[in-house]
């Protein structure tokens, strides 16, 4: 089924400098409010953050771009990881759109440039420098906003209620133009893994997420956006409360699109624990706890290789029946 060209997910405004970015103020209020709406009712957001320059946007998409058409193929297939989606997929062919490149570590210089030695003989220093730049700073974007979704359930002062020690997984893609008039499945559907994810794209679009009804809908970013999207584990943390969206790319019209997307990916032996204020009567307690690296085990496993994505995290971690506190 086509997607539906004409639908908006909710816009949300972070000004560079804005005094409603100092929690506690009105304005913060206002947008947690708007936040904790948009992602109870969607699983995702777009967020305008000029606070990441156009110029640093545009420095890592030649640089994308740079790496897709310019590295040769056995530099890219170095890029190895024995976990689901860490490493190089690709190249893009007529079969397959998709071509994507795994950063691990990336909010650290270190994780950048081990990716980068392996493309380039000389580890190409403006790489690192220019994507671990944007990288940190899609990950105070990611902070903020859980900032936001805990005060906007009114949980007090601690990040730690969601994760406190996580790092970046970037993903870097390119989705090839389909043939003339042609509208074609780029990336399967699927909800995110991670916690959380900011997807950054060279503003064509592609990305389209499932609504309540099954209606497709394709998402456009404007400059300065970005997308918020709700991972398995966040949407288990919030008893439910939010949604984990099903989303999917899907390419017509004849431009390549490039697009990141920077997973919040926690510590080993992270634990995702609802918090017992979102549980009372008429929120049964719908997760038990669960360590997060034993969710992405299984998420990857064989045996969750016949569940369809949505469900995942419901046959790993449901509780059945829910628990009233
Ligand atoms: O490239 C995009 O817009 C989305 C990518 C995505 O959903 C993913 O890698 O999980
Ligand atoms: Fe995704």
């Not at 560079?16 to 009712?41: M, Y």
């Not at 394709?218 to 966040?234: A, E, H, N, Y």
């Not at 943390?237 to 969206?245: E, F, H, L, M, P």
Request: proline share 6%; net charge negative.
């Amino acid at each position: 089924m086509g997607a539906n060209a004409e639908f908006q997910i909710p816009v949300i405004e972070f000004g560079t400098g804005s005094p409603d970015l100092v929690r506690g103020t009105e304005g913060w209020n206002q947008l947690c409010k708007r936040v904790r709406e948009a992602l109870e009712t969607y699983g995702c957001f777009q967020v305008v953050y000029r606070s990441i320059s156009q110029k640093l946007r545009d420095d890592t998409f030649g640089l994308l771009k740079e790496l897709v058409e310019e590295v040769p193929l056995e530099n890219k297939q170095r890029n190895v990881n024995p976990e689901p989606y860490h490493g190089f997929i690709g190249p893009c062919t007529d079969e397959s759109l998709y071509e994507g490149y795994g950063i691990v570590g990336a909010s650290n210089y270190e994780g950048v440039k081990n990716f980068a030695q392996l493309m380039w003989p000389d580890g190409h220093p403006r790489f690192c420098e220019t994507v671990h730049t944007i990288v940190n700073q899609m990950k105070e974007l990611t902070r903020t906003i859980w900032l936001m979704i805990i005060d906007g359930y009114g949980l007090g002062e601690k990040l730690e209620s969601v994760v406190s020690n996580y790092d970046m997984l970037l993903r870097m893609m390119k989705y090839k133009a389909p043939p003339t008039g042609v509208y074609e499945k780029a990336f399967h559907s699927h909800t995110d893994k991670p916690v959380s994810t900011i997807i950054c794209d060279d503003l064509v679009s592609g990305l389209e997420i499932e609504l309540d009804d099954g209606q497709w809908v394709k998402l456009s970013s404007t400059p300065g956006s970005f997308f918020f999207v709700v991972g398995d584990p966040l949407m288990a943390w919030s008893n439910g409360r939010i949604k984990a969206v099903n989303h999917r790319v899907m390419m017509s019209g004849n431009k390549d699109r490039f697009s990141m997307a920077c997973f919040s990916v926690p510590a080993e032996g992270t634990m995702i624990t609802t918090p017992r204020e979102l549980v009372d009567e008429q929120h049964p307690q719908l997760f038990k706890d669960f360590d997060f690296k034993e969710f992405i085990l299984f998420a990857f496993s064989e045996k969750a290789n016949h569940i369809e994505s949505t469900k995942q995290i419901h046959a790993f971690a449901s509780l059945s029946p829910p628990v009233s506190n």
